[in-house]
């Protein structure tokens, strides 16, 4: 029989971070510090706008970009918050979470043999995205010297003449980096002069402590040439819900609505109608959160200081990304022993690429309580290897 697999495929490896969570989820007793998912409930006013909408009917296709109202309160809120105008008719689609939107992006943009610059540490859909897509990653490894922000270095270094999209993965997972504007301004002289497009995923950019988000989109010029990539999973803690959108140059966006139809339809209806409500009334929401998981982010940055490892202070997202080379371990060989021993599930940093070596994935979306549980747990652990 004729082999019904495409090599593609086979050849792309599965996502690092399942086997800890399937280990764990069988482990009584074990807390898992692994998840990038809000522990809050989606709030109130939002699910019931979501049950209103089924209570009135509303549960038939919604037009392939996406609800009008939606998209209208989607480009509200950008231009409220950014300072960024884009039309909602011509400039704007709602997606199936943020990954369909970065996937049809890349789908829209690459002919096969383009490159895509992907700065790693960074999300694991990023690569098999491209590869999916016909295009060749090319993968700029980030430095925690740097505090894993991008340099106009690293970025010409990798820099050739088929380089067509360069992804910008911030603020970051897992390492929680963020661009500030002075970085960024590097970056867009660089992306102008050598005339390639950008993919901003900003589906953090609400989660910034102390620090104001900077959208690469607002600088002059780079509109034209930047997809923004968000979503409500993060910020109102609407993971389930399944909803993202992305805004960019029309040229991109109607191509991006082609395979969205074709693969899709369009996005939830319920879901739409409850991300409508979380824009409209939404902000203080995302404040209370904010104001949580900061609270989370210092006491983790602290405790593991006290441990003796390694870990610079991120300033957005909800991870931390401390180094463990101390402990002569690999991230893997860390994160497995962790769980045998201590039941504590965290995500090895090469499960983010290979530059991750070394360093681990913590989220710090969960209950002060059970981060402290597992930060005695963890205590124990390096106290008892670094005596070996």
Not at 172 to 188: C, Q
């Amino acid at each position: 029989m004729r082999n019904p697999l495409s090599k593609i495929v086979v050849d792309i490896q599965p996502s690092g971070i399942r086997k800890f969570f399937d280990i764990v989820s069988e482990m009584k007793d074990a807390i898992s510090l692994g998840v990038g998912e809000p522990d809050f409930d989606t709030p109130w006013h939002i699910r019931e706008e979501g049950i209103y909408s089924l209570e009135k009917g509303r549960t038939f296709y919604t037009s392939n970009a996406g609800l009008k109202d939606l998209k209208i309160e989607i480009c509200n809120y950008l231009n409220r918050r950014f300072g960024l105008r884009y039309h909602p008719d011509h400039e704007t689609i709602v997606t199936i979470g943020g990954s369909e939107a970065i996937d049809i992006a890349l789908r829209a943009m690459l002919d096969p043999g383009d490159e895509v610059l992907i700065p790693q540490p960074s999300y694991v859909s990023y690569l098999p995205c491209v590869t999916l897509a016909g295009g060749k990653p090319v993968i700029i490894e980030l430095k925690a010297a740097n505090q894993f922000r991008l340099t106009k270095e690293e970025l010409l270094d990798a820099i050739t003449d088929r380089t067509k999209v360069l992804i910008m993965p911030f603020p970051n997972n897992p390492t929680g980096a963020i661009m500030e504007k002075e970085d960024l301004e590097d970056i867009v002289k660089i992306v102008e002069e050598k005339d390639i497009f950008v993919l901003s995923d900003e589906i953090y950019s609400e989660l910034t402590y102390g620090k104001k988000h900077v959208s690469i989109a607002e600088f002059p010029g780079m509109k034209e040439r930047t997809i923004l990539i968000n979503g409500f999973s993060k910020s109102y803690a609407m993971t389930g819900w399944r909803l993202g959108y992305a805004v960019g140059p029309a040229i991109i966006i109607e191509q991006m609505v082609k395979i969205h139809q074709f693969a899709i339809m369009c996005a939830p209806t319920t879901s739409q109608y409850a991300a409508i409500e979380a824009l409209r009334n939404g902000d203080s929401d995302v404040e209370t959160m904010r104001d949580a998981y900061d609270q989370r982010r210092r006491y983790l940055i602290h405790a593991f200081r006290e441990m003796g490892l390694e870990c610079f202070e991120p300033y957005g997202a909800f991870y931390v990304f401390p180094c463990i080379k101390s402990l002569g371990m690999t991230s893997d060989e860390f994160a497995t022993t962790l769980l045998k021993e201590e039941k504590v599930a965290v995500v090895p940093g090469t499960a983010f690429g290979e530059c991750g070596e070394g360093f681990l994935r913590i989220s710090y979306a969960y209950s002060i309580e059970n981060l402290k549980i597992a930060i005695e747990r963890m205590e124990r652990f390096v106290a008892r290897h670094k005596c070996k």
